[in-house]
């Protein structure tokens, strides 16, 4: 993926060492070029060590928002074969700003679900066709016994006047009913920024995997610092108060298992972060597999219901 020009304010150190090795690159090769070169990438190396090392909840943010961070359709590229995309609701058109389809991983043949940003940062905000083509496309693999795997980076509906007229709440109200009570297993994948009932809509599932770098809250925090201290100024404060990383996420119990990513975040090196989430993937996939649908069902149920109960114990 080439490098954007764009980049976060901590991380100029290392762009400006990338830029410089990119320069290097192409001139000709030395011995002595060759010598420069192996120190600046060591020297990039240290500095993301060191910078990733003590990340701010707040950068955090600004890390799951980058815009080279890697989206649904990256990961449908590199961790699945055979994509068949599915499209529209059957009410009133087809929203991109969800994927939807069946795949294979592996040997199985399970649906892939996820949002897709059109853009950078949080812009385009899935639709209410979005989520009813969504759950369409669960109740399909209900009906033909395929796991489900969802990815879940979305931070917020989409509050335009439209989405609000096709019924958005009743659409991430009746997606959260009928995913707890799916009978297949459901994988979800917190890869971004996500939050509120739009990450929600995505998220009801056995087991919940989060990237390291992702974020995950019940409001965007410039939202949260809006309500807390009436003042987006207060949005650092926002990001540690709601506790939306997945350190504190997994120790409340409202993820299950952090995936790491590469030195530097996923969009520093994004093959390497895919390859490091297909090993709890499968490892997840085949646990819930082996395990009966009425089991599921209700431990999924019980886990929901723990929910409220951990965030008032935990914090």
């Known amino acids: 993926m080439p490098r954007a020009a764009a980049f976060l304010e901590f ?5 400006l060492l990338l830029a410089e090795i990119e320069t290097l690159s192409l001139m000709p090769s030395t011995a002595d070029r060759q010598r420069e070169l192996d120190g600046l990438r060591s020297r990039v190396t240290e500095l993301r060590q060191e910078i990733y090392s003590q990340l701010t909840p707040w950068q955090r943010v600004l890390v799951a928002r980058h815009p080279r961070r890697p989206r649904t359709r990256d990961y449908l590229s590199r961790l699945f074969a055979d994509f068949t995309e599915l499209h529209g609701d059957r009410r009133f058109g087809d929203d991109p700003g969800v994927v939807a389809g069946f795949a294979r991983f592996g040997e199985d043949a399970v649906l892939v679900v996820g949002h897709q940003r059109p ?25 033909f016994n395929r796991p489900i795997i969802t990815f879940v980076d979305s931070a917020g509906t989409s509050p335009d006047v439209g989405s609000e007229e096709r019924g958005m709440a009743d659409a991430i109200a009746y997606s959260l009913r009928e995913m707890t009570m799916l009978a ?6 917190v890869t971004g920024e996500s939050a509120g009932g739009g990450a929600l809509a995505l998220g009801m599932g056995d087991h919940v995997l989060m990237l390291e770098y992702a974020v995950y809250g019940v409001v965007p925090v410039e939202s949260g610092a809006q309500m807390l201290w009436g003042d987006e100024a207060h949005t650092p404060e926002a990001s540690d108060a709601l506790k939306i990383t997945a350190s504190d996420l997994v120790r409340l119990g409202v993820i299950d298992e952090v995936v790491p990513e590469p030195l530097g975040g996923a969009h520093a090196d994004p093959l390497t972060a895919t390859k490091r989430l297909a090993e709890p993937l499968r490892s997840t996939l085949d646990h819930l597999a082996s395990t009966s649908s009425d089991t599921r069902v209700a431990r999924r149920h019980e886990k929901i219901r723990r929910l409220g109960l951990a965030g008032i114990d935990g914090v």
């Open 184 to 189: 297949v297993p459901v994988i979800v994948v």
């Open 119 to 143: 853009g950078p940062v949080f812009a385009g905000c899935a639709r209410p066709e979005g989520y009813r083509k969504a759950l369409r496309c669960m109740k399909l693999a209900e009906k």
């Open 11 to 15: 991380d100029e150190p290392i762009e």
